[in-house]
């Protein structure tokens, strides 16, 4: 499984961004996505998730209201819609799958399948 995750850039405080996360090489194995992200010098934190197939998703409050997670299944692809953002958004994210279909908000510790990442800076 290989994911590929774009979509971040610079943008002012207040702004909006859309990140994608495109799967291949079998998406049978996936049960739940998620996005997570690592700010610097902090550790890696769950942003939402949400099962691959079904379900809704599933946010850290720091996010609820502002960030929409979706999904395209015939695209292979997860969205993360990040609206209002705010200085302490920056960070690095990244999308990573995890085998298992779970409910809720996954830890960074879940995932076998991890994408590269994308740099999102939000300045204010």
């Known amino acids: 499984v290989q994911l590929q995750a774009s979509g971040g850039g610079l943008v002012q405080a207040g702004g909006s961004l859309r990140l994608s996360c495109l799967v291949s090489?079998?998406?049978?194995?996936?049960?739940?996505m998620g996005w997570f992200r690592q700010a610097p010098g902090k550790e890696r934190e769950s942003v939402v998730s949400?099962?691959?197939?079904?379900?809704?998703?599933a946010y850290v409050d720091s996010v609820k209201d502002r960030f929409t997670i979706s999904r395209d299944n015939t695209k292979n692809t997860v969205y993360l819609q990040m609206n209002s953002l705010k200085p302490e958004d920056t960070a690095v994210y990244y999308c990573?799958?995890?085998?298992?279909?779970?409910?809720?908000?996954?830890?960074?510790?879940?995932?076998?399948?991890w994408g590269q990442g994308t740099l999102v800076t939000v300045s204010s």
């Open positions: 990573a799958a995890d085998p298992r279909r779970r409910v809720g908000i996954i830890p960074s510790s879940y995932p076998t399948y």
């Open positions: 949400i099962p691959w197939r079904g379900g809704i998703g």
């Open positions: 090489g079998g998406t049978f194995k996936i049960g739940t």
